[in-house]
């Protein structure tokens, strides 16, 4: 089984910056896939971005691009969404999710999310 541990949340100002991590535990399941979601209040969850847990590619949301970075580091077992540049609009419980199928896009296993608070 894989468990997901989210970090790293809290309240910033505009145009401040998080780091949001999520460690992953996980015995004999390979990994393929982590993403990041987000949902707001009232909203339904987004997709924010997603990394290649092998080559290290990743893509992002529009609404996002060119803020947030993810990253991993194999060895720790560990993703990253750094965030950039907020806007009270990025408010949300963010969520990581892990994909350990290789023939699908599926993400399996969800962390229980961390919440960013973004003020004006």
């Known amino acids: 089984q894989v468990q997901l541990v989210e970090s790293g949340g809290g309240l910033v100002q505009a145009g401040g910056s998080l780091r949001l991590s999520c460690a992953v535990s996980?015995?004999?399941?390979?990994?393929?896939?982590m993403g990041w979601f987000r949902q707001a209040p009232g909203k339904e969850r987004e997709f924010v971005g997603t990394?290649?847990?092998?080559?290290?590619?990743?893509r992002y949301a529009d609404s996002v691009r060119g803020r947030f970075t993810i990253s991993r580091d194999n060895a720790k077992n560990t993703v990253y969404l750094q965030m950039n540049s907020l806007k009270p609009e990025d408010t949300a419980v963010y969520y990581c999710?892990?994909?350990?199928?290789?023939?699908?896009?599926?993400?399996?296993?969800w962390g229980q999310g961390t919440q960013v608070t973004v003020s004006s």
């Open positions: 999710a892990a994909g350990v199928e290789y023939t699908t896009a599926r993400y399996n296993y």
């Open positions: 990394i290649n847990w092998i080559d290290g590619n990743s």
């Open positions: 996980r015995r004999t399941v390979s990994l393929y896939r």
